[in-house]
């Protein structure tokens, strides 16, 4: 099993930044891709970002030149910084990694005030 814990979200003005982390624990000895999913009220949950082992990086179009993903293997933890942040960020983020299978972190809502 693997347990997965975020940081807190929180509220920022547009424009703002926000670091996100989340760090695994558990049977960690496998983990391959980590990344990101938000889900904005009465959206479907949208892929932000993904992180392979190797470190190589997708993001999606609506936050590409504004969002960066990273990861520590050291740490089992992956990091998503958010920077000019827009209302249209608004949502709660979820972390993900994958083993044999995806395990989810609980969420840390993140607010952009306009």
């Known amino acids: 099993q693997v347990q997965l814990v975020e940081s807190r979200g929180g509220l920022v003005q547009a424009g703002g930044s926000l670091r996100l982390s989340c760090s695994a624990s558990?049977?960690?000895?496998?983990?391959?891709?980590m990344g990101w999913y938000r889900q904005a009220p009465g959206k479907q949950r949208e892929l932000v970002a993904t992180?392979?082992?190797?470190?190589?990086?997708n993001y999606a179009d609506s936050v590409k030149d504004r969002f960066t993903i990273s990861r520590d293997n050291a740490k089992n933890t992956v990091y998503l910084q958010m920077n000019s942040l827009k209302p249209e960020d608004t949502a709660v983020y979820y972390c993900?990694?994958?083993?044999?299978?995806?395990?989810w972190g609980q969420g840390t809502q993140v607010t952009v005030s306009s």
């Open positions: 992180i392979s082992t190797s470190g190589t990086t």
């Open positions: 558990g049977s960690t000895f496998s983990i391959n891709a």
């Open positions: 993900y990694v994958v083993l044999k299978s995806y395990y």
